[in-house]
């Protein structure tokens, strides 16, 4: 017969102290002194004590949300419907929030106008953030704020996160082309400031020196017009260019389409990985290659953390990136 799960009252007991007491503790509200603090937070340790979050947010008044906070990189509100990473985050988090009564709220803008909404955003925070792609210095500004608040990207070291391998993946799609025969491989890079874009280029990088090849690389942000302008770019530069590593499968279809514009066969003559393994990997002509990022279990793992109560300061999930094949090499 299972053991059922410890209550407030429990805890109260273990400890020697009222239910009011326990709960101040718990809730870090003021009210009592050290020494009872020790003791409930004791208690609460020796019976694996869980604070019902549900019933937290509805004693301080918080709304029973999760909400997002994404950065959209000048590309306007639209993004959000042509981008497949925020689908994914999406689909990582709505099965667990609908188990537990609650909803998720969008919080999206350019870096200037969500770095100025950063207090704003820890003041009604509900349930807890789940940083989709902010910087780390924002990402401490508001876990300074908001301790209910995880990353999804590489972030400061004192907000709790879930951390995907993007420099390993890097060094693995390039290995990947180099062990295709390819020695003229470029690079489009995304956005300078997203971090993920940031990691997956620090991870060509070391790619090319370890294997001794030329930097032959171009930014093209994460969607598929900057793509395009970038493989064409690279290609008018360094015509003899026999591969392409890409840091985003939307951008890498742009890619796909100018290496076709201008006659050239994928992957015969030019061949690609892309970074993700989106919707975009698969509906690319031909398939794209790519390195799968498991954005949907890093989103509901980082929402339940959240359910869970305030995550401890720091914690880090890890997540493989692993290479998926198609017929892009």
Not at 273 to 289: E, H, M, Q, R, Y
């Amino acid at each position: 017969m299972s053991r059922e799960r410890p209550t407030i009252e429990d805890v109260a007991r273990a400890a020697g102290v009222s239910r009011a007491t326990a709960s101040r503790v718990i809730n870090n509200a003021p009210g009592a002194s050290e020494p009872l603090r020790a003791r409930v937070s004791a208690a609460v340790a020796d019976l694996r004590y869980q604070p019902n979050e549900s019933a937290r947010a509805l004693a301080s008044g918080r709304p029973r949300t999760i909400d997002v906070v994404a950065v959209t990189y000048n590309q306007g509100i639209g993004w959000l419907g042509t981008h497949p990473y925020f689908s994914r985050v999406l689909a990582g988090i709505l099965p667990v929030v609908e188990g537990f009564g609650a909803q998720v709220r969008l919080q999206l803008g350019d870096s200037d106008p969500v770095e100025h909404a950063i207090d704003e955003i820890a003041d009604h925070a509900g349930l807890g953030v789940v940083l989709a792609d902010i910087t780390p210095a924002l990402a401490a500004r508001l876990h300074r704020r908001c301790r209910r608040t995880v990353s999804l990207v590489r972030t400061a070291p004192s907000v709790p996160g879930m951390e995907a391998d993007n420099v390993g993946g890097a060094v693995a799609a390039v290995t990947h082309l180099y062990e295709r025969g390819r020695r003229r491989i470029a690079a489009i890079h995304g956005p300078a400031t997203n971090p993920c874009a940031i990691d997956r280029r620090t991870g060509h990088r070391r790619a090319i020196r370890t294997l001794g090849l030329p930097d032959l690389s171009a930014d093209g942000g994460f969607d598929r017009e900057g793509g395009y302008r970038a493989a064409r770019d690279l290609l008018d530069r360094h015509p003899d260019l026999d591969a392409m590593f890409v840091a985003c499968d939307l951008t890498a279809a742009g890619a796909v389409q100018a290496i076709t514009a201008t006659g050239r066969r994928v992957p015969d003559d030019v061949s690609i990985v892309g970074f993700d393994d989106s919707i975009a990997a698969v509906c690319a002509n031909p398939p794209l290659t790519t390195m799968r990022l498991p954005v949907e279990d890093m989103a509901a793992a980082a929402t339940r953390l959240l359910l869970a109560g305030d995550p401890p300061p720091g914690h880090r999930q890890h997540f493989p990136v692993t290479l998926v094949v198609r017929a892009s090499t």
